[in-house]
């Protein structure tokens, strides 16, 4: 059974809190609601405005947002919200009703994208397709990913990974982008426009583990791995997930001064991005952290 948790996070609109889900709440689809009324579609919106400092609720996507009135400040009442929307939705709640997400279905959208790798292309859609990053290097790898395991099916696919909005897919040598790419984007268009599963129900346990061994791992780094860790997040995987990869940290060693990076998606096996990460890495966490890293290992996913 699927264990749903809500985490809390500002938006630009101190009057808007998002209650954001670890798992989707809508299958592509997004409603806004104003009153009571409006939310006939959606029990788990009629719920929240029976709290009356609800002004607005916006659902989308693997979470809620939510618009106050002036009477209350978010301090003293986001706690009981976030309480409340994770009770509804772990007791089975319906967030939107299923004639509702039919009549609301809006079309889909993906285009393909070269990626500095040559065997690898993109495939960038116009809804979130996962809640985080993941690599499948063949099919049994894909158990918990439907998807990727119909991608799989395509004889010339060699590896696949998802991350948010996008799939960058790895070929076999025998195959030519020119002759395959809009056989696949067609593919992917038409399997998400029918709501089928990226991942399946049977995942999200998988998946909260994984987080949760991810953030033991964190915390029992020392403190130089950390802000390792911190760089690569904020100055790294956002220019490398424009390129359809994904950058992982993988150790730290204090003697040799040397960090290791695994790299996946489109950075894995590139010609020149081991190269060039490693270089580029390697100057930022050097000029960072003067004296502490000398070196960077890129290793392949």
Sequence with gaps: MKIYEISIQNTNNPAILKF?????????????FHNID?????????????LPFVKTVYISSNFVAIERYNIVEWSDVQEEVAEQITAFLNEGGIVIKEEATT????????YAESTPNPGVMKFVSNKRLVIGPSEFKNIDDAKYAPMAQALFHFP???????DENYISVTKFDMADWNDVTLELREFIRSYIEEGKDIVSKDAPKAVKETEKVAQERFDSLDDTSKQIVNILEEYVKPAVASDGGNIQFESFDEET??????????????????FTLKNGIENMLREMLAGKVEHVEAING
């Design 20 to 32: 954001e889900a670890n798992d989707f709440l809508t299958k592509h689809t997004s409603h806004e």
């Design 38 to 50: 409006e939310a006939n579609d959606s029990p788990l919106a009629q719920q929240l405005f029976h």
């Design 103 to 110: 009549k609301k279905k809006t079309p889909v959208t993906v």
């Design 156 to 162: 010339f696919v060699k590896e696949v990974f998802f």
């Design 257 to 274: 001064k040397t960090v290791k990076v695994i790299l996946q998606g489109a950075c894995s096996g590139c010609p020149s991005s081991t």
